[in-house]
Each structure stands twice: as C-alpha cells, then as structure tokens.
C-alpha cells in the first residue's frame, strides 16, 4: 500500500538526552497506526516533529510524498494535530472555541458553520454547544480538542494520548470516531501507552522505547516473532510437563500450569488423549499472547512499569 507517511532516521536530543535516536518507520494510506511506548519513550517527541512543532536534529519527514520539513505549512493543512495537553479557552463555550481554531485554519462564513455543526454532531457534543467548555467533563473537553483538529478535514490525523485520564464513555466515543474517521480514508497516528486500546484499535504498530523502535508490524506478526505461545492446564492426578516432547518451558501459575510451546494445539491434544486414562483435567486453555509479553520479551521490563 502507498505510504502517506515516511519518517527516516529521526534524531533528537535535548542536551546530551537522546530523545529520538534513528526512528524510522512509515505508515500506509488508510490505516490506524498505533505508537505505542512507555512515558518518556519519545512518543510525543515524534509527533511534535511531525507537525512542524519542534525541529529535528536530523532525518527526513515526507508526507503525502512532500518535505514537511520544506514545506510545513502545505503538509499542516492536510494533517489534524490532537496534542496530549488539552487546548482549549475554558470560559469559551464549544462553539467558540471551534470558531476560534477554525479561522486560524482559514475557514470562514457558511463553511465554518456548517464545519462547526460536523465536527459537533461527529463528537457527540452537538447538544453542548452553547456550554462553557468549564463546565465540562474531561472526557469531553478532550473530545472538543479532537473535533478541532477535525474543523479543515485533515487526511492525516495524530492523537497523542487521547485517552489519559478520560471516562470509559468518552473513550468508547473516541474509538468509534476513530474507527467511523478511517473508514472514510482519513489516516490514523495514535501514540499510547495503552497496549489494550493499540490491540483493538489499530492494524499496524511500531513500538517505541528510550527513544528507539524496537518493533514494527501487525499484531499477528509482532506476536509471531516475539510472544511465545502457551497452553494453561489445571488437573488432578500426575501431570509431568516434562513429558510432553513440544513443551519448552513450564511453570506453575494459580493452582496449575502454564506451558510454554510452539505447538499449542498437540499440547493440547496429548493432554486431553492422557485425560482418559490418569488425569483429571479442571481447566485447558490457549494463552492468547499480549503486546505486554511482546514488550517484555524485547526489553526485559513491563510496559506497566
Ligand atoms: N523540552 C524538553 N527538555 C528536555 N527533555 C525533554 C523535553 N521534552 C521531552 N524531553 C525528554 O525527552 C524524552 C522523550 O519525551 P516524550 O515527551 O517525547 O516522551 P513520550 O513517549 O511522549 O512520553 P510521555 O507520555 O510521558 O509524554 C523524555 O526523556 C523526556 O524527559
């Protein structure tokens, strides 16, 4: 598929910190793209560059195929920023603050209104209009930062933690629109360090730590390379692990077993054949693997932590 992003080599430093260290990575057309990195892992670093917020110390950033560096203000107008602080005139009501962000994109008139009314019926706040943006929830005042960055119809949006400190309603209401935006052609970077909401939201991942991504791909094939696959099984009677040819690795985990193998499903079979003649099986289940266990197998540490 057609790249509509491409970042090569990306460097960063602030002082001797080396924010970005060669960050490379692209993204096609019509896709959710999840950055996914612990606090501190340059997520926000990333997309300030992007945008044309911070500069970069060396790299490239292309666009639709246009030097954003060159020419930031042709890619701007094609790109939706949501940062992670909330932006927004608190004593504003939603209407105005749309009206505000919308002129500073050059909208104005029956456009800007109709643009406004979109945006609004798109968020869920259409009936919220005429609110002061003080009196609303944070999942809401966040949901109007996202419906500013929507006012000039962007094909490229970028959500940086859209989802900190938010209701499940709002974020339920940020998936969908998500989901409703790239079903319509619009292309999706969202930075999280919720690995949940990257499983189910997006189709291709890059994983970000100590500035490095250290992992690129979809979650099948993130999974394949580098979450081992299990089997847990609780029984009565004698149950030897070590028996099992395939089993790598066991270990015992609440009341059972966890099996480490690359063959889950023969695993799963031998057990059940040697159920009829010695044990008694309580629980047989597939471990589905996590982004958690893709974390810890190439750095060691919890994405949690
Ligand atoms: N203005 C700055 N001056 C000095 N160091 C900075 C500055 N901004 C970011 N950093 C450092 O650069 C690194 C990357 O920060 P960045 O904000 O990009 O991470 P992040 O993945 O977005 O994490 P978070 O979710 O915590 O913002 C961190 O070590 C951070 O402390």
Redesign the pocket.
């Given at each position: 598929m057609e790249p509509i992003l491409d970042i090569q080599k990306l460097t960063?430093r602030?002082?001797p910190?080396a924010?970005?260290d060669n960050v490379s990575f692209s993204i096609a057309k019509g896709s959710c793209f999840g950055l996914l990195?612990?606090?501190?892992?340059?997520?926000?670093?990333?997309?300030?560059i992007l945008t044309g917020i911070l500069s970069a110390d060396s790299g490239s950033v292309h666009v639709f195929g246009i030097n954003a560096f060159k020419q930031q203000r042709n890619v701007q107008r094609q790109v939706g920023y949501v940062p992670?602080e909330i932006t927004l005139y608190d004593k504003l009501s939603a209407n105005d603050n749309l009206e505000f962000f919308g002129r500073l994109y050059g909208i104005k008139g029956q456009l800007l209104k109709k643009r406004i009314h979109d945006v609004l019926l798109e968020t869920g706040l259409l009936d919220r209009a005429k609110d002061p943006v003080k009196s609303f929830s944070g999942g809401m005042k966040r949901r109007i930062n996202i419906a500013c960055a929507l006012l000039h119809q962007p094909k490229l949006l970028i959500l940086?933690?859209p989802t900190?400190g938010i209701d499940p309603q709002s974020r339920n209401h940020i998936f969908e629109m998500i989901r409703h935006l790239r079903d319509n052609g619009v292309t999706i970077i969202y930075?999280t360090?919720y690995m949940e909401e990257v499983e189910v939201l997006c189709d291709d991942i890059a994983i970000?730590d100590?500035?490095k991504v250290i992992a690129q791909g979809t979650l099948d094939e993130l999974f394949a390379s580098y979450a081992q696959k299990a089997v847990f099984v609780e029984a009565e009677g004698p149950f030897q692990p070590d028996s099992i040819h395939a089993i790598k690795k066991s270990y015992p985990r609440n009341h059972g077993w966890v099996l480490e193998t690359d063959q889950p499903i023969e695993v799963m079979k031998t057990i059940l054949d040697a159920q009829q003649s010695e044990l008694k099986l309580k629980a047989i289940e597939m471990i589905r693997p996590s982004l958690e266990d893709v974390f810890l197998s190439l750095t060691g540490t919890r994405l949690r932590d």
């Open positions: 960063k602030y002082g910190k924010a970005l990195g612990p606090n501190g892992a340059g997520k926000s670093t990333t997309m300030k992670q940086d933690e900190v930075s360090h970000i100590q500035g």
